[in-house]
């Protein structure tokens, strides 16, 4: 079975929405992975259909009971594989890309959107779910950051990018932001290309590239910049690779 996920969710029409174009709309056409969206509304027992009440304690908004969420969890959890139950939350762990690396290895992710003010907190604890973030802001409900969450994970499946759109290189995949990126017209509203790309010196191509990602994250990105320098002290962590510049 491919990768699946399983997304949980008061608005199941709203998936796979953006995933079904584009590059992760060509994989899933092709199979390299599934998904399906549960109406969380559907595992509600009473007649109104009630998946939400007003929190103990008293304040304001709804929170989403446990019970009808540990039903939607467990029916996403008894298709297919052992995959892990994630949370969409604010208040998450920050989703980084070794995240999205270690949720590619697995066979998939049950994904739980929650609306309101939030879940009940014992659902959380006693399905040991995952809580994850997109980034500090907060969002009007999980749906987009669960969008996020896949795109980024779908992008790294086997056979999901060619050659061309292949991550190698990119920002992240060793810890720093991209190198700029120029094409035709090689002069644009009196704009040079650095002349260095136009050289056809390969090794001076690739020692400009990595000396311009590395001033990018310096000025940019102080943090991802510190733990670089950590990484290149090391041992052995500059392998293969030039020297800072
Ligand atoms: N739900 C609301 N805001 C969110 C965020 N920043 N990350 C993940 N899920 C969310």
């Given at each position: 079975m491919s990768w699946h996920?399983?997304?949980?969710?008061?608005?199941?029409?709203?998936?796979?929405?953006?995933?079904?174009?584009?590059?992760?709309?060509?994989?899933?056409?092709?199979?390299r992975w599934s998904i399906d969206s549960l109406d969380i509304r559907s595992f509600a027992t009473d007649r109104h259909r009630t998946v939400d009440d007003?929190?103990?304690?008293?304040g304001a908004?709804?929170?989403?009971?446990?019970?009808?969420?540990?039903?939607?969890?467990?029916?996403?959890?008894?298709?297919?594989?052992?995959?892990?139950a994630v949370y969409l939350t604010p208040r998450g762990r920050r989703l980084d890309q070794a995240m999205v690396?270690?949720?590619?290895?697995?066979?998939?992710?049950?994904?739980?959107?929650?609306?309101?003010?939030?879940?009940?907190?014992?659902?959380?604890?006693?399905?040991?779910?995952q809580e994850v973030s997109i980034g500090d802001y907060v969002l009007s409900g999980g749906e987009p950051a669960?969008?996020?969450?896949?795109?980024?994970?779908?992008?790294?499946?086997?056979?999901?990018?060619g050659a061309a759109e292949s991550g190698v290189e990119e920002s992240f995949s060793d810890?720093?932001?991209?190198?700029?990126?120029?094409?035709?017209?090689?002069?644009?509203?009196?704009?040079?290309?650095?002349?260095?790309?136009?050289?056809?010196?390969h090794a001076e191509v690739a020692r400009w590239r990595r000396a311009e990602a590395e001033r990018i994250t310096r000025e940019r990105r102080p943090d991802l910049w510190a733990r670089y320098t950590e990484n290149a002290?090391?041992?052995?962590?500059?392998?293969g690779r030039p020297a800072a510049a």
């Open positions: 996920a399983s997304v949980l969710t008061l608005f199941p029409e709203m998936f796979p929405g953006p995933l079904g174009q584009s590059l992760a709309g060509r994989a899933l056409r092709d199979g007003t929190p103990f304690g008293g908004g709804m929170v989403m009971r446990p019970d009808v969420l540990d039903a939607a969890l467990g029916a996403a959890l008894a298709t297919g594989g052992d995959r892990p690396r270690d949720f590619v290895a697995g066979p998939g992710l049950v994904l739980l959107c929650g609306r309101y003010e939030g879940v009940d907190e014992r659902v959380i604890e006693a399905r040991g779910l669960a969008m996020v969450l896949l795109d980024a994970c779908v992008r790294l499946l086997p056979g999901v990018m810890g720093l932001l991209e190198y700029p990126h120029y094409t035709r017209p090689a002069d644009w509203q009196g704009r040079a290309v650095p002349p260095v790309l136009l050289s056809g010196h002290a090391a041992p052995g962590a500059m392998d």
